[in-house]
Every structure is written in C-alpha cells, then in structure tokens.
C-alpha cells in the first residue's frame, strides 16, 4: 500500500518535472500554423480583408476567427488550399459574387503626382513625375491603396474583363 | 489498281453511333460563295497569341497581303482575304459562344479580287528543305483545320525535339451533318495528295496513313486513284463510330499504341494532320496563297438548301445562311462545327474563321431537348466514354463541388467527344460539367500563378523599401558624423582664432597700458 503511494507519488513529480522542462525548453513560439497560412497568403499586405495585413490576417484565419475565404486576391484556388490545410468544409458560394476588381487610370484625370505607384504594395503602377500613369493588369491585385490615394479620383476599380483565353462555361443548372 | 490498305486495325473502346445526317449535303458540290459586302477578319483565329494588326483605318490592300503577323512562337497570321480597303481595327463578336468582343479588321472588298504581286508559288515544291516547308506553311498563316486551329508550322517542327516515324492524315470526318472534308476529297485529291506529302517531307516521315471513314466510299476511291504510283502513302477505311476522328483515338486504332495521358501523339512516333491543312499547305507553297478561304458545310433540318460553301474567311454567317436560301422556321439551335463537339453559335453576325468547319441550324425536332432527370447510375456513359472515365461519378464530384475529386478521376484525360451526354438516358448534361470544371480549374490556376507573382512583387518591393530605408539611414549617420567632424573642426578652429586674437589682444592692451 505504502509502496503504491510512494511509487505513484515520485512518478507524479517526476513527470511533473519534466513537463515542466519541457515547457520551458521545447516552447514554441506562436502558433506554427499561422507561419505556414502567411506563406499562402498573397504578401502583397493589402488589407482588403479587414486585417492590417496578411500576417495579422493568417493569425486570425489559425485561430478560427476569420473565414478561410477571407482574401479576395486569393480566390477560390487560396479558399480551397486553406479548407485542405485547415481540414475544414468550404462553401465557395459566396465567393461567386465577388469580381475580381482592378484598377484603372482615366489618363485623361491622370495628373503624374506620383502618388499612387509610391503606395502600389506589388509595383504594379508604372510612371514617372508630370507622365501619365498605367496600371499592369497582371500584377495588380485590386487592393484600393491607391484608389484611396489619388487625388484628382482618376482610378477606377473595374472587374476583370473575360477574353476567349480565360472565358468557359458556367455551371450547368442542377436538375429539379 | 491500289485499293484500301489492307491493315490490321485496333479497337478502341466506347464511342457512339449517332445518325449521320449526311446526306443532306454530302451530294452538293462545293460552290463559291459570292463576295460579301464587308469581311470582319479576327486577329486570333488559333490557339495561341492574338496576331499584331500591321494595317490602319483606310489603307488599301490586296488579296494576300499580310494584315497582321504572328506574335511569337505559337501563333499566325492573318492574310486578306481580297482586295479593298480597311475600314477599321476595333471589336466585334467573336466566332465563340461568350460573344465577347475581338480584335477585328474590318475590310470592304472592292470586288476586284487583285492578288498582291508577292503571292507567288514555288515551281518545285518538292524541292524545298523541311525548314523552308515548315516556314511557308508558317508565313501562310495555315492553322489545324478540323476545328483545332493548333498553328500547323509548329506542328511540322515536331521531327526536331520527337523521333517521328508515322504521319496520319485525319479524313475520318465523324462529327454528323459535315461534309466539308467528304467533298474536298472527292473534288481536289490531288491538292490533298500533294499537301500531305509536302508535310510528310517537312516532317521526314516514311509512313503516311491517309485514314477515311468507311461512310464515305467516294472520297475512299478519290483518294486511292490520286495515291496511285505513291507507294508510302497508304487509304485506310475506318469503322464508323464517333469519335474515331479525335487525335489520340484515331492512332491507337491505326497503330495500336496508346497516346501517354495528358502527352501528344509525338511521344509515340506519329503526327496528325487534317486534310483540309492538307490542301491548304499545297495552295501555299505551289501557288503561293496564303490561308484565305475554307471549305464549310452549311446544314442542319431548318436551313433551306444544305451546301458546302467555299468561303472567304471573315464572311458573316448571315450571308452564308442567306445563300442557303434561309431558314424554313425559326431554328431551335445554332451550331458552329459538328453537332457533338460543336459550339453554339451567338448571332449570325459573325465571321467565319479558319478553324470552322460547319454551320448548323437544328429544328426543334433534331435537337430533341428533354427535361434533366436525375442520374440512375445505369453506367451508359461509362460504357460509351472513350477514354475509360467514368462520367456519372466525375459529374457527380463537380456538381458537389470538389473538383479536385474529379480531376482525379481523370477529368483532365476528357476530351469532351460528347458521347456520354449523347447516351445518358436521363439527359444529364455531363459534358457541360466537364467544360465547366476544366475552365474553373484552369481559371483557379491563373489566379494561383498570379498570387505567386504578386507575392514575389510585393516580397521585391518590401526589400527595396527597407534597402532604401537602410540607405538613407547610413547616408543620415554619415552626414551627421561628417556635419560632427566639421562642427568641431570649426569650434577647434574658432578656438585657436579665439585664443589666437586674445594673445594678439594680450600685447596690445599691454601696449595701450
């Protein structure tokens, strides 16, 4: 009897013990998930998803506080990869709705203050002092910053016009 | 006389037998379209990058004059079609079924028809160096007529990176209702002939295998009397099923191997080329015509007179429904190819392009829509499915919305014959499904690609910040040392001057006491 106490009681504090090593020896900074979401997400910090950035946004998404269709740069194709990683369902429905938007500069407003192209987050924003700006459609984003900043509001956000190249069919109609 | 090869085929499994309607058109000669009042040329009539316009707004060019030249490595380009003038480079409906609007050239024929004093054929074709074949077929702006419009010259480039052995000339025309290819061979063999052994040189081939349907004994006993004397070229009949005229299908029933998933023909030794290419590589380099005109059947149960047309590329629809003599009613589908693989046409204000091969107006009976039932999982579409997929089930995944399940299922090896729709007695769609779901793949990589380039745009731009940062910081610590340096040189010397005038002082106040 006194030996099973005993016995119990030492393994108790000797677990205890290294438990208590371990915590303090093996901690891991952060949650190791959030470093692996940010890798995914775009970078371009952006915020169009409500967060300071994809860094805050990817702890958001790791701790469940966020939806995983979150970034709209991202797409279907981020959604998708997120579900896989996170182990969660997704409903990519709501993602219909949203066109991808992306700038464009009315160059007859464009008054080449250089503002613009100094906030584009991916350098997708080509000019020069007193010359008009343009917008590289492949890399922009569609994040806003320098929608907010232009100062003659010569920046328009357009959906992405379909070509032959990227057009197809949509999605039949379910049967009754 | 040489008859058909006698050759042992393979069989391919699945495939449909749908009734082949051709006899509406099969009769009718090829007839020349009169010239139409306007041509609306597209600059992307291929696979591949659009064409550069190279002519403005109220030039004038003659028939075969270059209007716009390929733009890198996969692409064509684009001829007049006769002589006129421009009337504009701007949008206008596509020949696809988004409607969306192309780049276009605009061109008022002036009914002369001059041909441009740099059309001119070679004497001895033959004569020419595979290189030089390849390049002609390339500055003619030829592309795969069957409906592929895969630039041809690229095609006859193979023999440089693949060890080619075989070339198959694909005549088996299995789509319904098109005769197109049918009546080309029965009137031009000899055209056909001579193109396809232009290409077999190009390519460097022994063996060529000029493959037709056993439903077209004419165009079979044409070709075999125009291949008379020509021992390395060979007419093979083929058992008519749909789709015996798909690529990778048509060479495992003639060679017996199978093309590698998601691979070409290439991988295996063969190169296949349609015979309306055919006819139009031997236009190019015998005469010198670059690709103007196609062949295209017009049919179907609501149009009034089927024909084959001979059309200049960049004819509006309308005018060749108009020399048709119109529509008995109302049509209940528009079709642009075949009615299996074809795509519906949006207005008949289109042009013709060169990849199309028939336009089809279907009355209500002949397209026979029934309301969609669910599937009974009866596997007829497994059945029919010629490359083994199993359609019901990848259907089923789509409309779930995982496509990765059915791209595993081998989505990506569909080639979209049609056939399982064809069959499926519940009236499914499937075929649909599958265009949907390789379009929002292809659409889900596009944005994939474009997130990792805009990552490492942004990762750039975030590093030359900070080295501008780390810059400006240095040159701020290195001014503000060199401004420190300087200030205490000058208090050093201010120093000295001081203490210099108050010595210099010293003696003087001494003086004045």
Redesign the interface.
């Known amino acids: 009897m006194l030996s099973a106490v005993i016995i119990i009681s030492l393994l108790g504090i000797g677990m205890g013990i290294l438990l208590g090593f371990a915590a303090r020896y093996f901690a891991v900074e952060g949650n190791p998930l959030e470093a692996e979401i940010e890798e995914m997400l ?4 952006c915020g169009q998803c409500g967060f300071p950035g994809c860094g805050p946004a990817a702890t958001a998404v790791a701790n469940g506080e966020a939806p995983i269709t979150l970034c709209p ?6 959604a ?1 990869s997120l579900a896989s990683k996170l182990g969660v369902s997704v409903d ?2 709501d993602m219909e709705d949203s066109v ?1 938007r992306i700038a464009h500069i009315h160059e007859h407003l464009c008054i080449g203050c250089t503002k613009c192209f100094k906030r584009c ?4 924003i080509l000019g020069s002092s007193k010359q008009i700006h343009a917008v590289f459609a ?2 922009c ?1 569609g994040c806003e910053k320098c929608f907010d900043e232009c100062p003659t509001e010569c920046i328009e956000m357009r959906p992405i016009q ?3 190249q ?7 109609e ?3 | 006389m040489a008859g058909i090869a006698n050759m042992r085929l393979f069989r391919i499994r699945g495939g449909v037998h749908p009734e082949d309607h051709k006899r509406l058109s099969a009769e009718q000669d090829i007839e020349n379209l009169p010239m139409p009042t306007l041509l609306h040329i597209p600059l992307q009539q291929h696979i591949g990058v659009p064409a550069e316009p190279l002519v403005r707004r109220g030039q004038v060019v003659r028939k075969g004059q270059i209007l716009a030249r390929s733009q890198g490595m996969i692409s064509a380009p684009v001829h007049a079609p006769t002589s006129g003038r421009i009337m504009g480079v701007g949008g206008y409906p596509a020949h696809h079924s988004s409607g969306l609007l192309v780049r276009t050239i605009t061109l008022r024929p002036d009914g002369y028809d001059e041909w441009d004093d740099d059309c001119e054929g070679v004497a001895e074709p033959f004569a020419l160096s595979p290189e030089e074949i390849a390049q002609q077929v390339a500055e003619a702006g030829i592309v795969g007529m069957g409906g592929a419009t895969f630039p041809s010259a690229v095609k006859l480039n193979l023999h440089k990176r693949y060890r080619l052995d075989t070339l198959v000339i694909n005549g088996a025309e299995c789509e319904p209702y098109l005769t197109c290819d049918d009546r080309l061979m029965r009137e031009r063999p000899e055209n056909v002939r001579d193109g396809v052994l232009l290409m077999a040189r190009a390519l460097g081939v022994k063996q060529i295998l000029f493959a037709i349907e056993n439903n077209k004994p004419e165009a079979q006993s044409a070709m075999i009397k125009a291949v008379e004397g020509y021992p390395e070229l060979q007419v093979v009949g083929l058992p008519t099923r749909y789709p015996m005229g798909s690529e990778k299908h048509l060479v495992q029933t003639l060679i017996g191997k199978e093309t590698p998933a998601r691979g070409l023909t290439a991988d295996i030794g063969v190169v296949v080329h349609n015979i309306a290419t055919a006819a139009a590589v031997n236009d190019a380099l015998r005469h010198g015509r670059p690709l103007l005109s196609r062949v295209v059947t017009v049919s179907g149960g609501a149009i009034r007179q089927p024909r084959n047309l001979h059309v200049l590329i960049g004819t509006p629809l309308d005018d060749l429904v108009k020399y048709c003599g119109g529509f008995y009613d109302q049509p209940a589908r528009l079709i642009s190819g075949g009615p299996m693989m074809g795509q519906p046409v949006p207005s008949l204000r289109v042009p013709v392009v060169k990849g199309s091969n028939g336009l089809l107006a279907l009355s209500e009976e002949e397209v026979q829509s029934r309301e969609q039932m669910p599937c009974i999982r009866c596997a007829s579409c497994v059945k029919a499915c010629p490359c083994g997929l199993f359609p019901l089930s990848m259907a089923a995944h789509i409309r779930a919305g995982s496509l990765e399940a059915s791209v595993e299922l081998g989505l990506l090896d569909c080639i979209a014959c049609g056939s399982c729709s064809y069959v499926c007695p519940s009236h499914i769609p499937l075929v649909q499904y599958f265009n949907y779901a390789k379009g929002e793949l292809a659409a889900r990589q596009r944005t994939q690609h474009k997130q990792r380039e805009t990552k490492r745009l942004a990762e750039a731009r975030t590093a030359r910040m900070e080295a501008i940062k780390k810059a400006k910081r240095e040159a701020m610590a290195k001014r503000k040392k060199e401004m420190a340096e300087k200030k205490a040189r000058e208090t050093a010397a201010q120093e000295a001057t001081a203490a210099a005038s108050s010595t210099d002082k010293q003696p003087k106040e001494e003086a004045q006491a």
């Open positions: 775009p970078g371009s910090q740069p991202g797409g279907k194709a981020l998708e990519l429905s991808p987050p991916t350098d997708a492949d890399a984003t379909p070509t032959l990227t057009w197809y069919w949509p999605m039949p379910k049967a009754a």
